[in-house]
């Protein structure tokens, strides 16, 4: 017997080797089964997590815990190095095709503005990272519209195993070493060990958790307590034995509660803090039941031959399954799937499970040749990695050509927003390609040369983190400071040559999806408490200037409105001797419109709103025109729309980076004007 892999087990799965022989236990293998189709069903129709990953991650650290134990007791030698090379050989072959398949799928079917993110995650899932990949990305696992998500995002839980896998066997070899060299009970030795592990990680769990829910669902540290938890039940079985009538009430007790979990916890949330101890609980309560031997005993369900043989696919069910999801709901267009259509999910992903298992893993898995040498597992290994790797790098040397080829592109080849102006003559060559590419186009952000450093640095660590700032130094001719949210940070791609040109210091202090006002309880108190910083900064240094986006537009429709507060505000930083810089928002959609013209073509209706659909016919900023001495108001509208509306490509150059950012690239071919028209609002 060796550890599980995923959501099912290398070899064996459900067999429990011990001094007493192997034993085959098919309840914990309907077990596994049932996990699987909670995970499966809660992802596909009702949008929610159930609690099956948690069920997943105790049974394999309870199996690999048997295992260990039992080679130590029966006194049989254990080399690390080859355990690991044993259990990756296992893991990967259906991890590769997985991967290749959805690789596959996403260059056919999804957004070529999808493909890098889905590339990196690929990169991250082949090499068990993907979870501190989502944590550092603050992925949203719980977004309702599926069609929005990564289909390599619930590689996530396969890290962690993976992780785990590495370390586990670590310690039960080392302890194993210190036990033989000092005498030592290696049972009560685990038992200290992964207690301590328990509890030191539960803490941090229900710790992390309340502070940031988010982070923590990803983190490995908050999820050790989990393997703990099955390393112990594991160590302590043999002492656990209750009675016929007992263990009848205890299955049906945790079969109960692990069904219940997804509907009955808000694991939106809570998870992985304390609330995650109900299903992995409800699945202790069924390994320490057992067999019970009784005719009412849920065990005789779970031993059913319909879910002990799926619990034989259960980990190539898990891995189609989501990718099989998100890749069909960007097919259909549609964020989440019907009960017709989660039925034919479901349908495919139990076929490609079975092939996968069938074709894949079983051959694989009965094939001598790697098992006789050490040297030939390592070999197989990284063939399985060179394999899952190759589609990852080829795209990835077709990224580089794209940029070669960009590079030799002449200025007039991408003129952007200068094709609006007056007198322009088009001089894009034929074959010119868009700019950014595709690929590149949603990490097109507006960016500054660095950190905040010197005089002007914050001394808040939140206002640090988000802050950046160019390189010219204490000489500049004027400071202005940049605060809001992205809609303020886009317009760092025109604002920076521009400061640049003319020597001006430039800070830009942002959060997203935080909008520079007043306190309201129309955003939260994060949002809230950084605004009172922002505030506080702008008292302390007294830039020359502070820009800032004035309005808010709302998608698809003209309604535009002031910021919340932004008169007060505006008062209080001119009273201070600070001139205010109020841009107007640009349209927001509900779509696109830069995909939308990929798909259908710049022309297409459908991809070029009318301006009138999309923003107030008049500047709700001209109502505070000449209200406060040093407020200048800018508008960048006809730059942005071409007096009629709003198309996703101008001057062969993408405007938007979704569906309501400016794309860096764009703001970049404004800066000329954005220029001229600040020096003539300001009078500087």
Known sequence: MTATKGVASPESPGQIRGSRGTRFR????????????????????????????????????????????????????????????????????????????????????????????????????LF???????????????????SLASPMQHFWSLSIQGQVFILWPAIFVTTALVCRRFGLGYRSMLLGIFGLIFVASLSYSIYFTNAHQELAYFDTLARLWEFALGTLVALLLPFLRPGRGLGTVLGWVGVAAMLSCGVLLQVRSAFPGFVALWPTLAAVAVIVAGQTGSRFGVDRILSSRLLVGLGSTSYALYLWHWPLLVI??????????????GAAIVGVSLLLAYLTTRFVEQPLRSWRWPEAKRRR????????????????????????????????????????????????????????????????????????????????????????????????????????????????????????????????????????????????????DECNAFNRNVREHIRR??????????????????????????????????????????????????????????????????????????????????????????????DMTDLICDGASCPGIIGNVYVYLDDNHLSSTYTRSMADALSERWLSATGW
């Not at 990490?443 to 390189?471: I, M, S, Y």
């Not at 992205?486 to 942002?510: D, F, Y």
């Not at 107007?584 to 798909?599: I, V």
């Open 26 to 125: 098919p309840e914990i293998q309907g077990l596994r089964s049932l996990a699987v189709l909670m995970v499966v069903s809660y992802h596909i129709w009702f949008g929610r997590v159930s609690g099956g990953v948690d069920v997943f991650l105790l049974i394999s650290a309870f199996l690999m815990t048997l295992q260990f134990v039992s080679r130590y007791e029966e006194s049989r030698p254990v080399s690390l190095v080859r355990h690991w090379l044993h259990l990756f050989w296992r893991l990967l072959p259906a991890v590769v095709v997985v991967l290749t398949g959805t690789l596959a799928a996403t260059f056919v079917i999804v957004p070529r503005t999808r493909w890098t993110e889905i590339v990196n995650q690929a990169w991250a899932s």
């Open 128 to 146: 068990y990272v993907q979870n501190w990949l989502l944590q550092k990305q603050v992925v949203n696992y719980y977004a309702a519209d599926h």
């Open 328 to 341: 069909t709901l960007v097919w259909i267009g549609e964020d989440h799937a019907d009960a017709l259509t």
């Open 377 to 524: 597992l390592a070999v197989a290994v990284l063939v399985c990695l060179a394999v899952g790797a190759t589609p990852m790098t080829v795209f990835g040397f077709q990224q580089q050509q794209e940029k070669n080829a960009i590079a030799g592109q002449d200025m007039d080849d991408n003129p952007g927003a200068r094709a609006l102006l007056p007198g322009y003559v088009n001089r894009v060559g034929k074959d010119a390609r868009t700019l950014p590419t595709p690929e590149q186009l949603p990490a097109d952000w507006g960016k500054l040369d660095g950190p905040c450093t010197g005089e002007l640095r914050p001394q808040d660590p939140v206002l640090f983190a988000e802050c950046q700032q160019n390189d010219v130094g204490a000489d500049a001719a004027k400071t202005i400071f940049v605060v809001g949210q992205s809609h303020s940070l886009q317009w760092l791609g025109a604002i920076g040559p521009m400061a640049k040109e003319r020597n001006w210091r430039v800070q830009a202090i942002t959060f997203g999806a935080c909008p520079f006002m007043t306190q309201t309880d129309e955003v939260g």
């Open 541 to 634: 240094y007294r830039p020359d200037a502070v820009f800032l986006v004035g309005t808010a537009a709302v998608p698809d429709s003209p309604d535009e409105d002031l910021t919340w507060g932004l008169d007060e505000l505006v008062g209080e930083i001119t009273d201070q001797g600070v001139e205010v810089i109020a841009m107007r928002d640009n349209p927001r959609f509900s779509f696109s419109p830069s995909e939308c013209a990929m798909a259908s073509g710049v022309d297409d209706p459908r991809c070029r709103p009318a301006l009138s659909s999309v923003l107030a016919a008049d500047n709700p900023l001209d109502q505070l025109e000449g209200t406060f001495t040093g407020l200048s108001i800018l």
